[in-house]
Protein backbone atom coordinates (compact mmCIF):
# COMPACT_ATOMS: atom_id res chain seq x y z
CA UNK A 1 0.00 0.00 0.00
CA UNK A 2 1.40 3.48 -0.84
CA UNK A 3 2.11 5.69 2.75
CA UNK A 4 0.15 8.43 0.81
CA UNK A 5 -2.82 6.49 0.87
CA UNK A 6 -4.02 7.74 4.17
CA UNK A 7 -3.19 11.36 3.34
CA UNK A 8 -5.61 10.94 0.74
CA UNK A 9 -8.42 10.51 3.82
CA UNK A 10 -6.87 12.59 6.13
CA UNK A 11 -6.51 16.04 3.32
CA UNK A 12 -10.93 15.92 2.61
CA UNK A 13 -11.66 15.22 6.20
CA UNK A 14 -9.82 18.09 7.36
CA UNK A 15 -11.18 20.47 4.97
CA UNK A 16 -14.94 19.27 5.68
CA UNK A 17 -14.38 19.34 9.23
CA UNK A 18 -12.62 22.88 9.15
CA UNK A 19 -15.20 24.34 6.38
CA UNK A 20 -18.05 22.84 8.65
CA UNK A 21 -16.56 24.67 11.54
CA UNK A 22 -17.63 28.07 10.78
CA UNK A 23 -21.36 26.70 10.20
CA UNK A 24 -21.16 25.52 13.92
CA UNK A 25 -21.74 28.72 14.87
CA UNK A 26 -18.93 28.71 17.86
CA UNK A 27 -20.13 24.97 18.53
CA UNK A 28 -24.22 26.01 19.06
CA UNK A 29 -25.22 23.91 15.89
CA UNK A 30 -25.61 20.29 16.68
CA UNK A 31 -25.59 18.68 13.43
CA UNK A 32 -22.36 20.81 12.19
CA UNK A 33 -20.42 20.27 15.85
CA UNK A 34 -20.69 16.42 14.99
CA UNK A 35 -19.17 16.55 11.65
CA UNK A 36 -16.59 19.28 12.98
CA UNK A 37 -15.79 17.05 15.68
CA UNK A 38 -15.78 13.60 13.67
CA UNK A 39 -14.53 14.76 10.47
CA UNK A 40 -10.79 16.10 12.61
CA UNK A 41 -10.94 12.82 14.76
CA UNK A 42 -10.45 10.97 11.03
CA UNK A 43 -8.30 13.65 9.89
CA UNK A 44 -6.01 13.00 12.69
CA UNK A 45 -6.26 9.56 13.23
CA UNK A 46 -5.51 8.92 9.29
CA UNK A 47 -2.59 11.48 9.52
CA UNK A 48 -1.29 9.43 12.26
CA UNK A 49 -1.10 6.39 10.11
CA UNK A 50 0.40 8.08 7.19
CA UNK A 51 3.57 9.11 9.77
CA UNK A 52 4.21 5.37 10.40
CA UNK A 53 5.61 6.03 6.64
CA UNK A 54 6.39 9.20 5.69
CA UNK A 55 8.40 11.79 7.18
CA UNK A 56 6.46 14.48 9.45
CA UNK A 57 7.70 17.09 7.44
CA UNK A 58 6.21 15.98 4.30
CA UNK A 59 3.28 14.82 5.63
CA UNK A 60 2.48 18.03 7.45
CA UNK A 61 3.85 19.99 4.26
CA UNK A 62 1.32 18.10 1.73
CA UNK A 63 -1.73 17.92 4.68
CA UNK A 64 -1.45 21.55 5.58
CA UNK A 65 -0.69 22.87 1.64
CA UNK A 66 -3.61 20.84 0.28
CA UNK A 67 -5.78 21.81 3.29
CA UNK A 68 -5.07 25.77 2.92
CA UNK A 69 -5.78 25.04 -0.67
CA UNK A 70 -9.12 23.34 -0.34
CA UNK A 71 -10.53 25.25 2.75
CA UNK A 72 -9.89 28.56 0.68
CA UNK A 73 -12.09 27.18 -2.51
CA UNK A 74 -14.47 25.75 0.19
CA UNK A 75 -14.67 28.81 1.66
CA UNK A 76 -15.38 30.78 -1.53
CA UNK A 77 -17.74 28.23 -3.22
CA UNK A 78 -20.17 27.60 0.23
CA UNK A 79 -19.24 30.75 2.56
CA UNK A 80 -18.89 33.25 -0.49
CA UNK A 81 -15.57 34.18 0.99
CA UNK A 82 -13.87 36.17 -1.58
CA UNK A 83 -10.27 35.70 -2.83
CA UNK A 84 -8.55 38.66 -4.52
CA UNK A 85 -5.45 38.40 -6.36
CA UNK A 86 -2.95 38.26 -3.74
CA UNK A 87 -4.78 35.44 -1.79
CA UNK A 88 -4.86 33.56 -5.69
CA UNK A 89 -1.01 34.18 -5.63
CA UNK A 90 -0.37 33.03 -2.23
CA UNK A 91 -2.66 29.80 -3.10
CA UNK A 92 -0.27 29.40 -6.32
CA UNK A 93 2.61 29.36 -4.22
CA UNK A 94 1.49 26.91 -1.44
CA UNK A 95 1.27 24.28 -3.98
CA UNK A 96 4.22 25.18 -5.72
CA UNK A 97 6.00 24.87 -2.37
CA UNK A 98 4.37 20.99 -2.02
CA UNK A 99 5.21 20.24 -5.44
CA UNK A 100 8.84 21.36 -4.74
CA UNK A 101 9.00 19.66 -1.43
CA UNK A 102 7.92 16.03 -3.35
CA UNK A 103 9.07 16.59 -6.71
CA UNK A 104 12.99 17.33 -5.83
CA UNK A 105 13.08 16.47 -2.50
CA UNK A 106 15.40 13.77 -2.18
CA UNK A 107 15.70 13.79 1.54
CA UNK A 108 11.66 12.50 1.43
CA UNK A 109 13.41 8.90 -0.75
CA UNK A 110 15.57 8.45 2.74
CA UNK A 111 13.18 8.64 5.11
CA UNK A 112 10.24 7.17 3.16
CA UNK A 113 12.79 3.91 2.41
CA UNK A 114 14.02 4.04 5.89
CA UNK A 115 10.20 4.24 7.67
CA UNK A 116 8.83 1.62 5.01
CA UNK A 117 11.92 -0.66 5.57
CA UNK A 118 11.35 -0.47 9.98
CA UNK A 119 8.27 -1.08 9.88
CA UNK A 120 8.20 -4.28 7.13
CA UNK A 121 11.46 -5.85 9.05
CA UNK A 122 12.36 -4.32 12.26
CA UNK A 123 15.90 -2.59 12.23
CA UNK A 124 17.58 -1.72 8.89
CA UNK A 125 20.05 -3.73 7.28
CA UNK A 126 23.53 -3.31 5.07
CA UNK A 127 20.98 -3.20 1.77
CA UNK A 128 18.99 -0.36 3.35
CA UNK A 129 21.61 1.28 4.38
CA UNK A 130 23.34 0.90 0.77
CA UNK A 131 20.22 2.14 -0.87
CA UNK A 132 20.71 5.29 1.07
CA UNK A 133 23.81 6.11 0.39
CA UNK A 134 22.75 5.63 -3.64
CA UNK A 135 20.08 8.12 -3.01
CA UNK A 136 22.31 10.58 -0.93
CA UNK A 137 24.71 10.69 -4.08
CA UNK A 138 22.20 11.56 -6.31
CA UNK A 139 20.99 14.49 -4.57
CA UNK A 140 20.50 17.64 -6.87
CA UNK A 141 22.91 19.97 -5.78
CA UNK A 142 22.29 23.37 -7.39
CA UNK A 143 24.86 25.27 -9.01
CA UNK A 144 26.95 28.14 -6.94
CA UNK A 145 26.08 31.79 -7.98
Known sequence: MSPYIPLTVTIPAEVVATTTLKSSNGFSKLLPSVIVVIGY???FYFLSVALKTLPTNISYAIWAGAGIVLISIAGWVFHKQALD???LIGIGLIISGVLVINLMSKSRLIDISRSVWNVRFGSKS????QLEAHIVSQTYRPPLF
Open 85 to 87: MPA
Open 126 to 129: DACV
Open 41 to 43: AVS
